[in-house]
């Protein structure tokens, strides 16, 4: 069930295709642009996130996380999107070196796992996301921290009451 509290929204998933589904409505609340931060521990299903918004916005393939090489651009039809997993990472300063600020362009969705560990580096985030385990699901809260990403936030809650 889905619940609003001062503008911090939150569903709860039972499953991978509910978590590939919310990342689709987010796709839809995005129109594929803007800068979304993914926190949770590791298991948590940020990555089959990614997979749904890629899915939602056209991806065909494989989505892998890319805890290796930091970062993983899917160009697609319409628009380009960033998957980062910032996991590895070991100082934020790395970011500049693999030049971070030309990926994130407002044209492009960026959506970065793991941001705290790129903190200072990292601009703010559009709309974040948390994760935790509930039950045998996990509990997601969203909000929006510029008007951007207020907006993405309520329109995917919209998204998500629709599908109910």
Not at 15 to 42: P, Y
Not at 101 to 117: C, N, V
Request: proline share 4%; aromatic share 8%; hydrophobic share 35%.
């Amino acid at each position: 069930m889905s619940e609003v509290h001062n503008l911090n929204y939150s569903t709860v998933l039972k499953d991978e295709a509910e978590t590939v589904a919310l990342g689709e409505l987010l796709s839809k609340a995005s129109n594929g642009s803007g800068i979304v931060f993914l926190h949770g521990d590791l298991g948590m299903g940020k990555t089959t996130l990614c997979r749904g918004v890629l899915h939602g916005l056209g991806h065909k393939g494989h989505v892998k996380s890319p805890t290796y090489t930091l970062v993983e651009p899917y160009e697609l039809a319409e628009n380009t999107v960033y998957h980062f997993d910032l996991y590895r990472l070991a100082e934020p300063e790395e970011l500049e070196f693999m030049g971070i600020r030309d990926y994130l362009d407002q044209q492009a969705l960026s959506i970065i796992e793991w941001p705290e560990k790129g903190m200072g580096i990292l601009p703010p985030a559009d709309l974040e996301l948390n994760f935790e385990m509930s039950g045998m699901g996990r509990l997601v809260r969203w909000h929006g921290n510029t008007e951007y990403g207020k907006s993405v936030a309520t329109k995917l809650m919209n998204l998500c009451s629709m599908e109910r």
